[in-house]
């Protein structure tokens, strides 16, 4: 007989593990409580048009990176493209434009940074020789923290043909970002920290004073290893995942949220509105608690929420405003420091993409580009409060974040539509206020990473708030992780 395995949460994590074990001959049933799948890397239907739920940019997908691996191995193609100038960040007194082409990215902090130019490239030069070795380690597989034999993955033969990149890892393991800014002179350059803190905050959580080097270095080059457009949006990542376990004989149950689960001797017994099913194993990627251990959200650290906004633009804001400047497929805008209402409300960029619309059954829409728009704000602060409050913030916050990107953007007269959403709309909808996973400090990263395993017999813990982090890509990984330490236990 098949060995039964429930996974609570369609996000891409409990996707990706799902798909893994489906392959390996398990029969998998995913509950999810949204109407469709992919978390907050996944699609939500308004007006006749298919909007992003979170995340907008995918990495990992260039030949041979670390999600393309995965789905060639579950035999998924995945139509993407890759971003040449994926993003622009816009400080006060200057904008610094990411490109794909090493060439052009260390132009460009020439061109960006002329202060301190020489101290800049330096301190790239060794954030990228960091960033190899911490791909390298990613790339074996290794799971941290190590339970089991079979979280090393290839690292012991790793380390062996690779001990000076281990003794650099080791060097700089307890390291923050600041540390090596420390080393070239750069902690009071104001411009290249605020790019840097920039960046950190979507990409890690937390800024330059907190955020742990090693992982850190990976997400600030990983730009130049590819960051891609999935083609019809990220959510198609979700979506693909879904249809493979279908095939492979799977259940994916949307709208079934999961309300209840026991031990009952060895097995769980997972209890929705419709069912009540026994599993041998369960996988939780909810990011929520169903009990004591059965998810980090128990955990005492702090973790974002965002609030959002998504606007459908007409296509000839591309042409008519920007004179043939050249669009970035995202932004990150930081907010003039008399916007008070965003470092109160809401804290960071606002972040900003622009891509091509779809309707519903996935179909461009030719004249539309849809733009999205997210800033992190704590959750508490959206909590309990009276509707009247509630309406007033939410206008407020949105009416400041439309301020700063029409500073940069002039869209307003091309906006033909726009909604906001909080994270009580995020948790009505995917359960939790806080998306985003824990900050990447030096102790969630490196002391204490978050297990796929957990204390509980035949129980694992997936998604953004296990190992290796936030993410699309870190996700799907702690996914993989979770279905070889299933398969490898459960032999
Ligand atoms: C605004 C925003 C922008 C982002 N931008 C990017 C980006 O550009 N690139 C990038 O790589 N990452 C980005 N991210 C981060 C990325 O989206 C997440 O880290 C990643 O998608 C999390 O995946 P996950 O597997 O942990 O699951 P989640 O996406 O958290 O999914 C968990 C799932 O569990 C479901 N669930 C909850 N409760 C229950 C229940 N009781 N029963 C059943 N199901 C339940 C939820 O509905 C949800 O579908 C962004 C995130 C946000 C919020």
Same mark, same amino acid.
């Given at each position: 007989?098949?060995?039964?395995?429930?996974?609570?949460?369609?996000?891409?994590?409990?996707?990706?593990?799902?798909?893994? +074990?489906?392959?390996?001959?398990? #029969?998998? @049933?995913?509950?999810?409580? $949204?109407?469709?799948?992919?978390?907050?890397?996944?699609?939500?239907?308004?007006?006749?048009?298919?909007?992003?739920?979170?995340? @907008?940019?995918?990495?990992?997908? %260039?030949?041979?990176?670390?999600?393309?691996?995965?789905?060639?191995?579950?035999?998924?193609?995945?139509?993407?493209?890759?971003?040449?100038?994926?993003?622009?960040?816009?400080?006060?007194?200057?904008?610094?434009? +990411?490109?794909?082409?090493?060439?052009?990215?260390?132009?460009?902090?020439?061109?960006?940074?002329?202060?301190?130019?020489?101290?800049?490239?330096?301190?790239?030069?060794?954030?990228?020789?960091?960033?190899?070795?911490?791909?390298?380690?990613?790339?074996?597989?290794?799971?941290?923290?190590?339970? /089991?034999? !079979?979280?090393?993955?290839?690292?012991?033969?790793? $380390?062996?043909?690779?001990?000076?990149?281990?003794?650099?890892?080791?060097?700089?393991?307890?390291?923050?970002?600041?540390?090596?800014? /420390?080393?070239?002179?750069? %902690?009071?350059?104001?411009?290249?920290?605020?790019?840097?803190? &920039?960046?950190?905050?979507?990409?890690?959580?937390?800024?330059?004073?907190? &955020?742990?080097?090693?992982?850190?270095?990976?997400?600030?080059?990983?730009?130049? /290893?590819?960051?891609?457009?999935?083609?019809?949006?990220?959510?198609?990542?979700? %979506?693909?995942?879904?249809?493979?376990?279908?095939?492979?004989?799977?259940?994916?149950?949307?709208?079934?949220?999961?309300?209840?689960?026991?031990?009952?001797?060895?097995?769980?017994?997972?209890?929705?509105?419709?069912?009540?099913?026994?599993?041998?194993? !369960?996988?939780?990627?909810?990011?929520?608690?169903?009990?004591?251990?059965?998810?980090?959200?128990? &955990?005492?650290?702090?973790?974002?929420?965002?609030?959002?906004?998504?606007?459908?633009?007409? %296509?000839?804001?591309?042409?008519?405003?920007?004179?043939?400047?050249?669009?970035?497929?995202?932004?990150?805008?930081?907010?003039?420091?008399?916007? @008070?209402?965003?470092?109160?409300?809401?804290?960071?960029?606002?972040?900003?993409?622009?891509?091509?619309?779809?309707?519903?059954?996935?179909?461009?829409?030719?004249?539309?580009?849809?733009?999205?728009?997210?800033?992190?704000?704590?959750?508490?602060?959206?909590?309990?409060?009276?509707?009247? @409050?509630?309406? #007033?913030?939410?206008?407020?916050?949105?009416?400041?974040?439309?301020?700063?990107?029409?500073?940069?953007?002039?869209?307003?007269?091309?906006?033909?539509?726009?909604?906001?959403?909080?994270?009580?709309?995020?948790?009505?909808?995917?359960?939790?206020?806080?998306?985003?996973?824990?900050?990447?400090?030096?102790?969630? &990263?490196?002391?204490?990473?978050?297990?796929?395993?957990?204390?509980?017999?035949?129980?694992?813990?997936?998604?953004? #708030?296990?190992?290796?982090?936030?993410?699309?890509?870190?996700?799907?990984?702690?996914?993989?992780?979770?279905?070889?330490?299933?398969?490898?236990?459960?032999?």
């Amino acid at each position: 007989m098949k060995k039964t395995v429930g996974i609570i949460g369609a996000g891409i994590g409990g996707l990706m593990a799902g798909a893994f +074990l489906a392959k390996e001959g398990w #029969q998998v @049933t995913v509950y999810e409580k $949204a109407v469709t799948v992919g978390g907050s890397a996944g699609t939500y239907a308004r007006k006749n048009r298919r909007f992003p739920t979170g995340a @907008t940019i995918a990495f990992g997908l %260039e030949d041979r990176g670390l999600l393309d691996t995965l789905f060639q191995q579950l035999d998924i193609r995945i139509s993407s493209d890759v971003l040449d100038h994926p993003m622009d960040v816009i400080l006060e007194d200057r904008t610094i434009s +990411l490109y794909r082409e090493p060439s052009l990215w260390k132009a460009e902090l020439v061109r960006a940074f002329p202060e301190r130019s020489d101290d800049v490239l330096d301190f790239w030069h060794e954030l990228e020789q960091l960033s190899e070795a911490v791909f390298g380690v990613t790339a074996t597989g290794v799971s941290l923290p190590i339970r /089991r034999m !079979v979280d090393l993955g290839k690292l012991p033969r790793h $380390a062996v043909s690779h001990p000076g990149s281990m003794v650099r890892l080791a060097r700089n393991s307890l390291r923050t970002v600041e540390d090596l800014l /420390r080393v070239h002179h750069l %902690e009071t350059y104001e411009p290249f920290r605020q790019f840097l803190d &920039a960046q950190l905050l979507d990409a890690a959580q937390i800024d330059c004073t907190k &955020a742990a080097l090693l992982p850190s270095s990976l997400a600030l080059t990983i730009y130049r /290893r590819g960051s891609f457009y999935v083609d019809k949006g990220i959510g198609q990542l979700s %979506e693909a995942l879904a249809e493979r376990i279908k095939e492979l004989g799977g259940d994916v149950r949307t709208a079934s949220p999961v309300e209840i689960l026991i031990l009952e001797e060895k097995k769980w017994r997972i209890v929705t509105k419709r069912r009540s099913e026994l599993f041998d194993t !369960v996988i939780n990627n909810s990011g929520v608690s169903f009990g004591e251990g059965t998810s980090h959200a128990e &955990a005492e650290d702090f973790s974002w929420g965002a609030f959002r906004i998504d606007a459908l633009l007409k %296509e000839t804001f591309r042409h008519s405003v920007l004179d043939g400047r050249p669009l970035p497929f995202a932004a990150q805008i930081v907010p003039d420091k008399k916007q @008070t209402v965003l470092y109160t409300d809401g804290h960071g960029p606002v972040y900003v993409t622009f891509q091509p619309a779809y309707n519903r059954k996935n179909e461009r829409i030719e004249d539309e580009l849809m733009m999205t728009c997210s800033i992190h704000t704590q959750s508490e602060q959206w909590k309990s409060l009276s509707q009247e @409050t509630y309406l #007033q913030k939410k206008k407020r916050v949105k009416e400041a974040m439309f301020e700063e990107i029409q500073r940069v953007f002039p869209v307003q007269k091309y906006i033909s539509s726009s909604e906001a959403g909080t994270p009580v709309t995020y948790e009505k909808y995917l359960g939790k206020t806080e998306v985003g996973g824990f900050p990447l400090t030096v102790r969630n &990263a490196i002391l204490k990473p978050k297990s796929v395993h957990s204390s509980l017999s035949n129980f694992y813990i997936v998604g953004e #708030q296990s190992f290796p982090g936030p993410g699309t890509l870190s996700s799907a990984l702690s996914g993989y992780h979770a279905a070889r330490a299933i398969m490898k236990d459960r032999k």
